[in-house]
């Protein structure tokens, strides 16, 4: 049975996520990314878990805010390895869940 | 342009029907006018060592819709455009466009420093930076106006993520924005709609970097853009337009991960929260949610979203 580490973002990070940087603003994508994705999926990494993320909860997302965030994420680590260790939960925004799974495998063109 | 002993006194006049929406090329050519006065003012106030002013003169207008409001209203707080000149209304002679600009905030003598609003139906925002926090508070206020609830409307919060978002990217990667982003909301409880008027007074989608770039790079038929027809130019932006929401045209940052704002945002333009989505931007006029695209024969330089938020089956 898999282990699972969680990130709640409305409750771990914030329910009005920003844009891409903190230049653009707060709760950025880069803060999401540094502060609670990168560690996490580390984590679960050395621990052999599987992190879910839980996108519901905020009031929504900017496209930058996921490209800076799980595109970081599939740059650093590669698409492949990402998708084996990650789940998206997103059951208020299906599309959601399609964008960011779309995101890690292509964030290139994210 | 009149002149007394101590000052230099510009007077622009308003058309008879002012509105981005409905009569964009006669809304444009009036605050091209005015900008364009801004520059003249200050530069025969130097040389005469005069003050000077600008009164926009609305005494004809009859319609003067919440697009040119916000625009005027920018105009005449944007030291970028108005040179810290200050700036005078005498408002229109018709009493309905009278109280609807008082309603709107706006009062016979305006600086630079404020224009106040007793109206809680109007909410005026204006910032560099893509905030949130407020994006959080308009969701809710809206969803308490149309609702009678705090509903999260998402499509909502995204879109103006995004519009602040891209504020900052159509400027150039070098450089950060130099006009703040203008954000009015107008209540209308007759119709139970909220009108939203976005105002980036920047570049301009059709002018900036990488859609110049984009127009490099494609066929012949690009280049000519700018010495064909109307309806030619109309083509073409629909091609560019195209071309920008299906994300083949990155942001001016030239990262590979940048440029999906606008696609979401024609996006969601359809998700049936919105009952009217028009852009305008440099020479082209888009109604996102019939998928059009038309050119003017006025140049705006900036852009302007407008959108109407309506009640839907949640």
Partial sequence: MNKYIEINVS???????????????????????N???????????????????DMDGTFGYATSFISESFGSLSMKFGPELVLKNIKIKSDEDDGLKTYIKSTIKNPEKA | MTHNENEVIFSIQAPEECSMIEYPEKAISFFNSAEKAYKQAIQLAREQKKTARIVYDLSRSVI????????LIAHIKDRNINRGLP????????????HKLRKAGIQKKVGASNIDHDDAQVQKISNLQVTNKIAKQIVIDSSIFLYKKDIRIKELYSILIELMANTNNHADSENTAIYPWWLFLFKDEKKEIIKFVFLDLGVGIFESL?????????????????????KRRGEELNKIFSALISGKIKSSTGLPTR??????????????????????????????????VSAMNENFSGT?????LKKSIL
Wanted: glycine letters at 6%; a neutral charge.
């Fill in chain 1, 11 to 33: 409750h771990d990070f914030t329910d009005a996520p920003g844009a891409r940087n903190p230049q653009d603003g707060p709760d950025s994508g880069e803060v999401f990314y």
């Fill in chain 1, 35 to 53: 502060r609670l994705l990168l560690p996490k999926f580390e984590e679960a990494l050395k621990t052999k878990s599987i992190l879910l993320v």
């Fill in chain 2, 64 to 71: 003067f819709t919440e697009t040119s409001i916000v625009i």
């Fill in chain 2, 87 to 98: 700036s005078i209304l005498t408002f229109p002679k018709d009493k309905v466009c009278e």
């Fill in chain 2, 210 to 230: 990488p859609v110049k770039q984009f127009i490099i790079k494609e066929p012949l038929s690009f280049l000519q853009v700018k010495t064909g027809s109307v």
């Fill in chain 2, 259 to 292: 440029g999906k704002g606008l696609p979401l945002i024609a996006k969601i333009a359809k998700s049936g929260h919105f009952c009217s989505f028009k852009i305008i931007s440099n020479d082209a006029y888009i109604d996102v949610t019939n998928n059009e």
């Fill in chain 2, 304 to 308: 302007l979203y407008y959108f109407e």
